[in-house]
DNA sequence: CTGTTAGCGCGTTCAC
DNA sequence: GTGAACGCGCTAACAG
C-alpha cells in the first residue's frame, strides 16, 4: 500500500495538518519540524495523491484561452475544439473561458492579459501576436506566477512555460523537400503565397522553405511573395495574374485563404502540371487534394494544440511535470492516401 | 455547484446506499423506487465524480501488454514506452505488467490469453499475431467482459474494442505514392522488404503500397517480396542479393529490421541513385536519414500507442467514451527536415 | 507554532 | 428492500 500522510505523520511524529503545512509549503511550521517530516516523506517514498487533494480542496483550474477574431477555417476549428474541451471540463476539473481579440494587433491582446493579470486564472493560452510589448505583459505575469501558453504562434525570446504549436521553420523546410523531390529533374520558378509577413508563423515557414530551396534545388527559383492577407479574394487575384508566368512549376501556399488558391489553380492551371503544397486541412484543401489539385498538405492538429496546451497549463499549475513528448505537435504531413 | 449523491438521495426521497446502488447497477431495489432515483439523476443532471469514486474505492486499473520477444528497434522503444507508463503508475491508478511471447506464434498467444482470462485484468493490449484461433479466444474474453485492445498490429474480424495503431493500407499507399513521385519519370524496378507475410500490418502495407503502384505509377515494377523476419542479419543478406539486380531504382522496407537493410545499402549501392522509403524511426533509421541513405521514414509513434491503449482501456473498464481524434495514430512522415 | 476535527464525493459494510 | 455510519487520502477551519 502506498505511504499516506497518517503514514508520515506518524513517522514524523506530528500531526496531520503539519504534515499537509509542510507538504504545501506553508509558513507556521519550525524548521526542525519541517526537516523531521520531509525526511519521513522521502524515506517512506510518500507520493501525494492529487486526486485526493483536488476533492479536498473542490479544486478546479480556471483556464482562459485567447484568440484571435480571424474568420478563417483554421481558427474555426480551433474554436471548435475548445468547445470540445469545455464540453469535458467536469470530468477535468477545468473552467475554460475565451477571449477573442481583433488579429494582428498587440495593444489589444496586451489590454486583455493586463485585465486577467488582474483576476485568478490558474492558466492563459493565447495565440500570440508576435511584438515586444505583448512580451513584455507576458513575461511579467510568468514571473507574476502566472502558468501562460502560446498557441499556434509564439512569442519570440518570452518566458512563456510552452509553445503549442508546431516548428514552422521545419515545416518551412519539409514543403521546400517535398516540392523539390516532387518536382524532380525539373526547372522553373516557385510561386509562394503567404498571408503576412507581419506573423512569425509565415516569416519562419518562408525562412525555413527558401534555405532549402537555395542550400539543395538550385534549379527552382522563388518568384518574389505574395501576400494574400489570408484572405480568399484577395489570394485568388494574386495566385490567378502570377499564373501568367509560364514558368512556374510549382506552388507554396504557407498561409491561409486557400480557397482562392485553389480557385485560381482551378481556373488557369487545368493544362498545367503545377506541383502544389499547402497548409492546414480543411474542407477546402482535402477536396483539392483528393482530385489532384494540390500534391500535399501540411497540417497542424488543432485538437491536439488545445488538449495539449490544457494538460500543460494544468501541470504547471500544479508543479508538475509534463510528457514531453506527449506535447510536442507534429507536422503532419498529407497525402491523398492517409488523410484521416 | 455540481449535484452529487446527496443531492439525489434528497431529491428521490432515498438514501445514500439506494442511490449508489442505482448508479453501479447492483441488485436489491426495487423497480419503483429505481425509476424514481433515475428521474431524479437525469433532472439534476447528475454526473458521477470518477475520482471521488476511484478514490473511495481505493481503484487500480491492473493492465497487462502483451508484447512479441522480437530484437528489434521498434519494440525495444515500445518496451520503453512502457516502462515510462508503469513510472507513472501511481499517478494514473494504473498497474501494468508485460508478458513477452514468441514473435509469429499463434498457439503461444493464446497460451497467454488463456492463462490471463483465468485471473482479473481490466484490461489487456497486445500486439496481435493475427490468426483465427487468437482471434477467437479474443473474442470470447471481449464476450466475458475483458477490455481488449490490439496493439501496433490488428486482429481480423475481431471483436476486439480498439485498435492503437496506424492503419497498414494507408501506410503503405502512402509509400508507393511518396516512392512513385519522388522517382519521377524514372522506370525501373522496386524492391520490397517485408518482416513476415503472417502479421496482419505488413500484408496491408504490402497490399496499400501495390495497388498504388499499379494503379498510378504503371513505370515501376515490384519485385518480389524479400521476408527478413525483422531480423538484421536475414534482411541484409537477402538486400545485398537483391542489389545485384541493377534495375532496382526503388526500396520500400515495410517491417523492422531496418539496421541490416541500410548497412546492405551502404555497402552494396554507394554508386547508385536509389530511392528509399522505410518504417520505424529509429537511431538507425534516422541516422539513415540525415546521410541520405534513406528518403523517408514512415513511423507510428510508440508513445502515443502505448498512452492510447492505457486511456482506451481505462475508459472501456469505466464504461466510458473516449475522444475519438486524440486515440487516433497517425502515420508520421519524416523527410531529414521535419525529425523530432 | 502545532493538533483536532470535520468534511470533499463516493462506496461499503452492517443493521433494520 | 432500505438506511445509517464509517472510511478512502487530503485540506481547512478552528482551537490550543
Given at each position: 500500500?502506498r505511504?499516506t500522510?497518517?503514514?508520515?505523520?506518524a513517522?514524523?511524529?506530528?500531526?496531520?495538518?503539519t504534515?499537509?503545512r509542510?507538504l504545501?509549503?506553508?509558513?507556521?511550521?519550525?524548521?526542525?519540524?519541517?526537516?523531521?517530516?520531509?525526511?519521513?516523506?522521502r524515506?517512506?517514498?510518500?507520493?501525494?495523491d492529487?486526486?485526493?487533494?483536488n476533492l479536498?480542496?473542490?479544486r478546479?483550474y480556471?483556464?482562459v484561452?485567447?484568440l484571435?477574431?480571424?474568420?478563417?477555417?483554421?481558427?474555426?476549428?480551433?474554436?471548435a475544439?475548445?468547445?470540445?474541451?469545455?464540453?469535458?471540463s467536469?470530468?477535468?476539473r477545468?473552467?475554460?473561458r475565451?477571449?477573442?481579440?481583433?488579429?494582428?494587433d498587440?495593444?489589444?491582446?496586451?489590454?486583455?492579459?493586463?485585465?486577467?493579470s488582474?483576476?485568478k486564472?490558474?492558466g492563459i493560452?493565447?495565440v500570440a501576436?508576435?511584438?515586444?510589448e505583448?512580451?513584455?505583459?507576458?513575461?511579467?505575469?510568468?514571473?507574476d506566477?502566472?502558468?501562460?501558453?502560446t498557441?499556434v504562434s509564439?512569442l519570440?525570446?518570452?518566458l512563456r512555460h510552452?509553445?503549442?504549436g508546431?516548428?514552422?521553420?521545419a515545416a518551412?523546410?519539409t514543403?521546400?523537400r517535398?516540392?523539390?523531390?516532387?518536382?524532380?529533374?525539373?526547372k522553373g520558378?516557385i510561386a509562394?503565397?503567404?498571408?503576412?509577413?507581419l506573423?512569425?508563423?509565415?516569416?519562419?515557414r518562408?525562412?525555413?522553405?527558401?534555405?532549402?530551396m537555395?542550400?539543395?534545388?538550385?534549379?527552382?527559383?522563388?518568384l518574389?511573395?505574395?501576400e494574400?492577407?489570408?484572405?480568399p479574394?484577395?489570394?485568388?487575384m494574386?495566385v490567378a495574374?502570377?499564373?501568367?508566368?509560364?514558368?512556374?512549376?510549382?506552388?507554396?501556399s504557407l498561409?491561409a485563404?486557400?480557397?482562392?488558391?485553389?480557385?485560381?489553380?482551378k481556373?488557369?492551371?487545368?493544362?498545367?502540371?503545377?506541383?502544389?503544397?499547402?497548409?492546414?486541412?480543411?474542407?477546402?484543401?482535402?477536396?483539392?487534394?483528393i482530385?489532384?489539385?494540390?500534391?500535399?498538405?501540411?497540417?497542424?492538429?488543432?485538437?491536439?494544440?488545445?488538449?495539449s496546451?490544457?494538460?500543460?497549463?494544468?501541470?504547471k499549475?500544479?508543479g508538475?511535470?509534463?510528457?514531453?513528448?506527449?506535447?510536442r505537435?507534429?507536422?503532419d504531413?498529407?497525402?491523398?492516401?492517409?488523410?484521416?
Amino acid at each position: 500500500m502506498r505511504p499516506t500522510v497518517h503514514d508520515i505523520a506518524a513517522a514524523a511524529g506530528v500531526s496531520l495538518a503539519t504534515v499537509d503545512r509542510v507538504l504545501n509549503q506553508r509558513p507556521g511550521v519550525r524548521s526542525v519540524t519541517r526537516e523531521k517530516v520531509e525526511a519521513a516523506i522521502r524515506e517512506l517514498g510518500y507520493i501525494r495523491d492529487l486526486a485526493a487533494a483536488n476533492l479536498a480542496k473542490g479544486r478546479t483550474y480556471p483556464l482562459v484561452f485567447i484568440l484571435p477574431a480571424s474568420d478563417n477555417s483554421f481558427m474555426h476549428g480551433l474554436n471548435a475544439e475548445i468547445r470540445q474541451a469545455i464540453v469535458r471540463s467536469p470530468a477535468e476539473r477545468t473552467d475554460i473561458r475565451t477571449i477573442e481579440v481583433p488579429a494582428f494587433d498587440p495593444a489589444a491582446l496586451v489590454a486583455v492579459l493586463e485585465e486577467l493579470s488582474r483576476g485568478k486564472p490558474c492558466g492563459i493560452a493565447m495565440v500570440a501576436t508576435d511584438a515586444p510589448e505583448v512580451c513584455a505583459v507576458a513575461d511579467r505575469m510568468v514571473r507574476d506566477g502566472f502558468p501562460i501558453v502560446t498557441l499556434v504562434s509564439d512569442l519570440t525570446g518570452s518566458l512563456r512555460h510552452h509553445y503549442a504549436g508546431v516548428d514552422n521553420i521545419a515545416a518551412g523546410r519539409t514543403a521546400a523537400r517535398l516540392l523539390g523531390r516532387f518536382l524532380g529533374p525539373r526547372k522553373g520558378e516557385i510561386a509562394v503565397l503567404a498571408g503576412s509577413m507581419l506573423v512569425r508563423d509565415h516569416r519562419e515557414r518562408l525562412e525555413g522553405f527558401t534555405s532549402v530551396m537555395a542550400e539543395e534545388f538550385p534549379g527552382l527559383a522563388i518568384l518574389p511573395v505574395l501576400e494574400g492577407r489570408d484572405d480568399p479574394e484577395v489570394a485568388h487575384m494574386l495566385v490567378a495574374d502570377a499564373l501568367g508566368n509560364a514558368g512556374i512549376v510549382g506552388v507554396y501556399s504557407l498561409g491561409a485563404g486557400n480557397r482562392g488558391l485553389i480557385r485560381a489553380l482551378k481556373e488557369k492551371a487545368v493544362d498545367r502540371t503545377l506541383t502544389v503544397i499547402a497548409h492546414e486541412l480543411t474542407v477546402h484543401t482535402r477536396a483539392a487534394l483528393i482530385d489532384h489539385t494540390i500534391d500535399a498538405i501540411l497540417n497542424q492538429d488543432a485538437g491536439h494544440e488545445v488538449r495539449s496546451a490544457i494538460r500543460v497549463l494544468k501541470a504547471k499549475a500544479d508543479g508538475l511535470a509534463v510528457i514531453e513528448a506527449q506535447e510536442r505537435i507534429r507536422l503532419d504531413i498529407f497525402l491523398k492516401d492517409n488523410l484521416p
